[in-house]
């Protein structure tokens, strides 16, 4: 059975910092692309970032760029989301999922990822 892990979330003051990661078993995922998603209360679930399977393309919202940063180590199989300057509105619980057809792009549309994480909470106390 093909699963995404995600760990590493936690409660975290305002301008703290927390390093997600995601780690898939069953298969491996480095020829796709990956993407984080958070979805808070209440709220749809929202596109964060994004790497492509080589890490050539990487693309993330206006809400966290120049604060957060996506990568990946294929030889771990593993996909990190470090996150830093946080704010309570980062507060949501965090998905990393896998898109297995567009592995040379970065899409920001929910529909278009193939596998899913459980998901981490993130909380960021003002």
């Known amino acids: 059975q093909v699963q995404l892990v995600e760990s590493g979330g936690g409660l975290v003051q305002t301008g703290g910092s927390l390093r997600l990661a995601c780690a898939p078993s069953?298969?491996?995922?480095?020829?796709?692309?990956m993407g984080w998603f958070r979805q808070a209360p209440g709220k749809e679930r929202e596109f964060v970032a994004g790497?492509?399977?080589?890490?050539?393309?990487?693309h993330y919202s206006d809400s966290v760029k120049g604060r957060f940063t996506i990568s990946r180590d294929n030889a771990k199989n593993t996909v990190y989301l470090q996150m830093n300057s946080l704010k309570p509105e980062d507060t949501a619980v965090y998905y990393c999922?896998?898109?297995?057809?567009?592995?040379?792009?970065?899409?920001?549309?929910?529909?278009?990822?193939?596998?899913w994480g459980q998901g981490t909470q993130v909380t960021v106390s003002s």
């Open positions: 999922a896998a898109d297995l057809l567009r592995t040379g792009v970065v899409t920001t549309t929910p529909w278009s990822y193939d596998y």
């Open positions: 069953g298969r491996t995922f480095s020829s796709a692309s």
């Open positions: 790497v492509s399977a080589t890490g050539d393309n990487i």
